[in-house]
């Protein structure tokens, strides 16, 4: 029987440690992919610029119902932004010479050194508003 022990040891030795490298195999690839960092800054100011011509809160015209993507021009100013953006970042929105902002001092301000700032997120759209062909210019920087 310990002749037996004595065949089979090696053949043990072999299996656990094979077993051991598998384990640790997935629980390193587990840990990479539980741990890894999602950047979702473009989604964000993707839903903060969408927010700005689809909500009757924002810019979009309403009677009836809301027509999204086309702007009310009455409702386009710095305080609807404000009222209906509750957000840290600064957001921004240009029609015709026609400016409006969160604060638009610290937009104009962040905009040159967004780029050089490893916190900071900056996202420019161009939008095509009404059947007129405005285009809307919409910006956003994120600074976490």
């Given at each position: 029987?310990s002749s037996?022990?004595g065949?089979?040891?090696p053949?043990?030795?072999v299996v656990?440690a094979?077993?051991a490298?598998?384990?640790?195999?997935?629980?390193?690839v587990?840990?990479?992919?539980?741990?890894q960092?999602?950047?979702v800054?473009?989604?964000k100011?993707?839903?903060?610029?969408?927010?700005?011509?689809?909500?009757?809160?924002c810019?979009?015209y309403?009677?009836?119902?809301?027509?999204?993507?086309?702007i009310n021009?009455?409702k386009?100013?710095?305080?609807r932004?404000?009222e209906?953006?509750?957000t840290?970042n600064l957001v921004y929105?240009?029609?015709?010479n026609k400016?409006a902002?969160?604060?638009?001092?610290?937009?104009?301000d962040?905009l040159?050194?967004?780029?050089l700032?490893k916190?900071?997120y900056?996202?420019?759209?161009y939008v095509?508003?009404?059947?007129k062909?405005?285009?809307?210019?919409?910006?956003v920087i994120m600074?976490e």
């Open positions: 029987m037996e022990l065949e089979r040891l053949y043990q030795i656990f094979t077993i490298i598998m384990v640790a195999a997935v629980v390193v587990l840990n990479l992919s539980v741990n960092e999602i950047k800054d473009g989604f100011s993707d839903l903060l610029m969408k927010r700005l011509f689809y909500s009757s809160d810019f979009a309403e009677d009836e119902r809301v027509y999204p993507g086309i021009f009455s386009f100013n710095d305080e932004i404000k209906c953006m509750e840290t929105a240009k029609l015709k400016e902002s969160n604060d638009i001092l610290a937009y104009k962040q040159n050194f967004c780029k700032k916190n900071c900056f996202e420019e759209k095509l508003v009404n059947d062909e405005e285009i809307m210019n919409f910006g600074i």
